[in-house]
């Protein structure tokens, strides 16, 4: 066989004068060990008079390396250390994060409670006089995710890949699952005939964004963590089989058997949704015939 340099090796040569030559190389590294530059540098010394290293020396050297070995550590760990000043605003940072948030959650429980008085006064003052509007708003606040639903439906639960589980901070992002995800998947209830939809428990309306800020996805800037529960009221039947016609039912199994992002589908006997703390009037206008009808969602710069 032609050798890649591409000539061939002369006779006697190949494979026994390459091992002559590796055991040459060895066999003088055994009887000079010490590279010629070095041992130039040694003889010129001894030529000069120079006396070896003694032992007190040696010690005070060993002593000098031990020395600036602990200052070096020391000055390292020091500066890992964080400032008391830093640390003092991180603590209170956290404080009032949690005081906040304690807040946040006391409020929104006021609100809750509000919205329920606010619905039993209302059906108090129109449900004997106008049956058909308070069945009308009731329906309206179930369009507009307002009013907490009952009812069977469909589950579909997302959760990225067993590898991207495992190690999260290198996965691939196409093995996780991702804000477009959630998005195919919720229009595609919708198309198919869903009353109300929810994403861990969070009620979806007419102007919920989900999006995404960094690797966490955002529901109405509420950001949710995996496994991701879409959960839709709804004939659990109809939902299912229209659903699985849908572009996303498709979606769903290319996630599944290309990526290994876990899909699963299962009918609900009975389904809790909450309603909205979110939803609020932008706009109305009065439509011919004195009923008031909202002009649907504008910029906040028309908001009250």
Do not use: C
Request: glycine residues 8%; aromatic residues 2%.
């Amino acid at each position: 066989m032609t050798p890649r340099s591409g000539h061939l090796s002369p006779p006697g040569q190949g494979v026994w004068g390459a091992v002559d030559a590796s055991m040459n190389l060895l066999n003088e590294v055994m009887r000079n060990p010490l590279d010629p530059s070095y041992r130039e540098a040694t003889e010129r010394h001894r030529a000069a008079g120079d006396p070896p290293l003694g032992r007190r020396r040696r010690a005070w050297l060993f002593a000098l390396a031990i020395g600036l070995g602990l200052l070096t550590s020391s000055a390292a760990a020091d500066l890992r250390a964080p400032e008391p000043a830093v640390a003092q605003a991180r603590t209170l940072l956290e404080r009032q994060i949690g005081e906040r948030t304690r807040v946040a959650d006391n409020l929104q429980r006021a609100n809750e409670r509000s919205s329920q008085e606010i619905s039993k006064l209302q059906t108090a003052a129109i449900g004997n006089r106008n049956p058909a509007l308070l069945a009308r708003l009731a329906a309206d606040g179930v369009n507009s995710g307002a009013v907490a639903v009952r009812g069977t439906g469909l589950r579909i639960t997302l959760h990225d890949s067993a590898a991207a589980r495992e190690s999260p901070e290198s996965a691939n992002p196409d093995e996780r699952v991702q804000d477009v995800d959630l998005q195919i998947a919720v229009n595609g209830l919708w198309a198919s005939g869903a009353e109300a939809i929810a994403i861990n428990g969070h009620r979806l309306t007419a102007v919920t964004a989900i999006r995404s800020a960094g690797s966490a996805i955002l529901v109405d800037l509420i950001p949710l963590s995996g496994p991701y529960v879409v959960e839709a009221i709804g004939d659990p039947d109809t939902l299912a089989t229209n659903f699985a016609k849908t572009a996303a039912g498709q979606h769903l199994a290319t996630l599944r058997n290309t990526y290994g992002i876990g899909t699963a589908i299962t009918s609900q006997d009975a389904l809790d949704l909450a309603g909205s703390a979110a939803t609020r009037l932008w706009s109305a206008t009065i439509a011919p015939g004195g009923d008031v009808a909202s002009s649907g969602p504008t910029s906040e710069r028309d908001s009250p």
